[in-house]
C-alpha cells in the first residue's frame, strides 16, 4: 500500500541519519566497530564448530576461550554492517533509480533487498532469543537493563 511504501522510506532515512550522525560523532568507535566485526581469528572456528552443542545444553567447558566478544558476537556485527550496506545500494536505486537503470537491474535489487532482509531479519531473531531468553545468556538481558553482571557470568 502507498502508506507502507511511505512508512518504509521515513524509517530508511531515520535509519541512515542516525547512522550518520554516529559516524561523524563517534568515528573511533565507528571505525573499531567495523574492523572488528571484519576480522576473524583461527580460534572462531572452533568456537564456531563447539556452539551448536555449548546453545543445546552441551559442556560449558567445551567452548574455547574467547575475547570481548564471541565469534557469534561478531557474526552478528558482520551481518548488519553487510546487509545496511546493500539495504542503502539497492534502496536507493528502487527509490530513485526505477526508470534510470534496466529492468534487470531493478530486479536484481529488489531481490537482493529482499534477500539481505530475510538474512538480517533471522540474524536479528537469533541475536534477540539468545540476548533476552537464552537460559545460558540469562544475566544478558540484566546487563543492557542495569550496565551490570555477576563476577561468575562475566567469567
Same mark, same amino acid.
Given at each position: ?27 573511533? =568507535?565507528? !571505525?573499531? @566497530?567495523? $574492523?572488528? +566485526? ?12 563447539? %556452539? ?39 534502496? =536507493?536505486? !528502487?527509490? @530513485?533509480? $526505477?526508470? +534510470? ?12 533487498? %529482499? ?41
Amino acid at each position: 500500500t502507498p502508506q507502507t511504501r511511505i512508512i518504509h522510506r521515513i524509517c530508511a532515512y531515520a535509519f541512515g541519519i542516525v547512522l550518520v550522525l554516529y559516524f561523524i560523532t563517534y568515528p573511533k =568507535a565507528s !571505525l573499531a @566497530f567495523i $574492523k572488528e +566485526a571484519f576480522t576473524w581469528k583461527k580460534e572462531d572456528i572452533g568456537w564456531v564448530k563447539a %556452539a551448536t552443542d555449548y546453545y543445546t545444553g552441551g559442556d560449558e567447558s567445551k567452548m574455547p576461550p574467547q575475547g570481548h566478544i564471541n565469534p557469534g558476537q561478531n557474526l552478528w556485527q558482520l551481518i548488519t554492517i553487510v546487509c545496511g550496506v546493500i539495504f542503502f545500494v539497492t534502496g =536507493a536505486i !528502487l527509490c @530513485f533509480a $526505477k526508470g +534510470a537503470v534496466s529492468p534487470g537491474v531493478f530486479q536484481w535489487s529488489l531481490f537482493t533487498h %529482499a534477500l539481505a532482509f530475510i538474512i538480517g531479519g533471522c540474524m536479528f531473531i537469533v541475536h534477540a532469543l539468545l540476548g533476552t531468553v537464552h537460559p545460558r545468556m540469562s544475566e544478558s538481558l540484566r546487563s543492557m537493563i542495569t550496565g551490570k553482571v555477576s563476577e561468575e557470568y562475566a567469567k
